[in-house]
């Protein structure tokens, strides 16, 4: 059992790099990756974790892209961390989250919520701030009655104080990936805004676009929605990933490997992720 999709405090999750290799060691999973929104900077401490786990520490990260009408994350799973290119492109994204972080400050003073980035920054437990930090802010000022009420009310898509993340293309995204050796891969689309969005032609220009897989397994999904991807991506020569989206006590009920208790993402994901990297290298080599 593996799980390929988590978060840690670098990000929005609320454990450790170091608490994670552990919590997957006592959980018996074969492969964890850790995939952090837009940044590399757990990747270091998670690494060096593998001495002391038998689990295996996998590479990833989680970008935030614009295709169509909305908002799509796509995870770079197995990329060089040390990378130059590809960590200049994402010290590059973290300005822009940056600058999406003061307006979305202005968005809620506009709407009569006076709370400053400086008090958002505050409750950040790195040097990434993410709407997590904002909704904590909302809950602390008792504006908002928990993280769900304050997405739903102030920072979701279609919210007065969202601002979209929206600089980043999917063929931009699945590119660096893949420079950086990498296998870009569609999170969670079953759970993406628009969920009357027809993935059948979606994913296929996703493809065309650069991505190489789906996340067919998903601790949210039903047993339904998870035959769906597995088979949409079969049709489509996709990678069948998976992981938890595990984010400690900012998702409750959901464990690594396990999600809310019935996922299950097959070891052979892995191989599979790693075939596709493979091919990236041959290609590379040829004259």
């Keep these: 059992m593996i799980d390929l999709h988590c978060h840690s405090l670098y990000s929005d999750g609320t454990e450790s790099p170091e608490v994670l290799a ?61 990378n130059p290119a590809f960590r200049a492109r994402v010290q590059d994204l973290q300005a822009r989250r940056h600058e999406r972080n003061l307006r979305m400050a202005e968005r809620l003073r506009t709407i009569g919520i006076p709370i400053t980035f400086a008090e ?16 904590k802010a909302l809950v602390k000022r008792g504006i908002a009655g928990s993280r769900f009420d304050a997405f ?12 979209p993340f929206e600089d980043l293309s999917v063929a931009e995204a699945a590119a660096w990936i893949k420079e950086a050796g990498g296998v870009p891969v569609v999170a969670h689309p079953g759970r993406s805004s628009n969920r009357s969005f027809r993935w059948e032609e979606a994913m296929a220009e996703l493809k065309a676009q650069g991505i190489e ?10 047993p339904r929605e998870e035959q769906y991807f597995r088979e949409l991506a079969q049709t489509l020569d996709l990678v069948p ?23 299950r ?3 052979e994901v892995l191989e599979q992720l ?12 040829k004259p």
């Design 274 to 285: 790693e075939a596709r990297t493979a091919k990236h290298t041959k290609k590379d080599e």
């Design 120 to 135: 958002v920054a505050e409750l950040a437990t790195s040097k990434l701030i993410s709407r997590v930090h904002f909704a």
């Design 22 to 82: 552990s919590l997957a060691e006592a959980a018996g999973l074969r492969a964890l990756a850790l995939t952090d929104h837009d940044t590399l900077d757990g990747l270091p401490k998670f690494l060096a974790m593998q001495p002391q786990v038998s689990t295996r520490l996998v590479t990833g990260i989680e970008l935030s892209c614009r295709f169509a009408t909305m908002e799509i994350h796509v995870l770079g799973l197995l990329v060089d961390p040390l």
């Design 241 to 263: 990933s998976g992981g938890s989206d595990y984010h400690g006590h900012y998702k409750p009920g959901i464990s690594l490997g396990v999600g809310r208790g019935a996922l």
């Design 213 to 222: 897989g789906l996340e067919a397994y998903y601790s949210d999904y039903s």
């Design 265 to 267: 993402v097959p070891d």
């Design 152 to 163: 739903s009310r102030f920072l979701g898509e279609g919210r007065p104080a969202h601002v």
